[in-house]
């Protein structure tokens, strides 16, 4: 089983940059064989959780939401386990709790049921 740590969440200004990190632990594959993507959701009160990013098993492949592209960059490194969201020029439509998740079938998707494991959250907050 992966359980995923999620850290770097804070209270920053608009037009900052924050890097959020998600540890993964237990389960992990080894290259060349597939392994799990991992994605970025974030949720505020009220709202449904939305996809923000993803990255495919390998690395390759990533797509973001429409409402972060050109701003926020999603990375992982395979050797440390851990993913990463870059957060640039950060708007007060940017604070949530924004929540990490791996999909075993190693494909990127936007549909909160696809992911398997979840981390616990961050908080993000942008003052204006």
């Known amino acids: 089983q992966v359980q995923l740590v999620e850290s770097g969440g804070k209270l920053v200004q608009t037009g900052e940059s924050l890097r959020l990190s998600c540890a993964i632990s237990?389960?992990?594959?080894?290259?060349?064989?597939?392994?799990?993507?991992m994605a970025w959701f974030r949720q505020t009160a009220g709202k449904a959780r939305e996809f923000v990013a993803g990255?495919?098993?390998?690395?390759?492949?990533?797509h973001y939401a429409d409402s972060v592209k050109g701003r926020f960059t999603v990375s992982r490194d395979r050797v440390t386990n851990t993913t990463y969201l870059l957060m640039d020029r950060l708007k007060p439509e940017d604070t949530a709790v924004y929540y990490c998740?791996?999909?075993?079938?190693?494909?990127?998707?936007?549909?909160?049921?696809?992911?398997?494991?979840w981390g616990q959250g961050t908080q993000v907050t942008v003052s204006s």
């Open positions: 998740a791996a999909d075993y079938g190693g494909f990127i998707t936007t549909e909160v049921y696809e992911y398997d494991t």
């Open positions: 990255i495919n098993w390998s690395g390759v492949s990533t």
């Open positions: 237990g389960r992990t594959f080894s290259p060349p064989t597939k392994g799990y993507a």
